[in-house]
């Protein structure tokens, strides 16, 4: 299968097979007036199978929620055919406003102007707790 080259735009590689459609629903791909290709389950050396995604323009992309989604994405910023920038994504730190509190009596609960922000604990477990009440993140980014 042959997928065309990209004059200007990114391409996030390495995404964990299967989790692509997560990635491109959470971005808002499917909002773009571009060129999106998606690619499942690519054979890769390093991790066996793998998602692609290219987009055929330059977007703003928020690197923590990409790197709480799937820390393992490297993100190439494409120009002029050729390779820009690359950007090797970890688990961030810090993530606000990317997923909610579920613990009813949270502040944030309460205050609803209020961020919702979690810090990350467990790196090898990949837990993250509310810096407010100290409820654990559900894994996955609504």
Do not use: W
């Amino acid at each position: 299968m042959i997928i065309g080259q990209i004059k200007d735009g990114i391409v996030l590689d390495h995404i964990t097979a299967g989790h692509g459609m997560e990635v491109y629903k959470i971005l808002g791909l499917d909002k773009l007036d571009c060129t999106v290709a998606m690619i499942k389950n690519a054979d890769s050396v390093k991790m066996g199978k793998k998602d692609i995604i290219k987009v055929g323009q330059v977007i703003d992309l928020d690197f923590d929620v990409l790197g709480y989604i799937d820390p393992g994405i490297t993100v190439n910023i494409i120009q002029d055919g050729k390779l820009a920038k690359r950007e090797h994504l970890s688990l961030p730190e810090r993530v606000r406003g990317i997923i909610h509190c579920k613990n009813p009596r949270c502040i944030t609960s309460v205050e609803q102007e209020l961020c919702h922000e979690f810090r990350l604990t467990d790196r090898e477990k990949k837990i993250y707790r509310c810096i407010y009440c100290e409820h654990e993140a559900p894994k996955t980014v609504e």
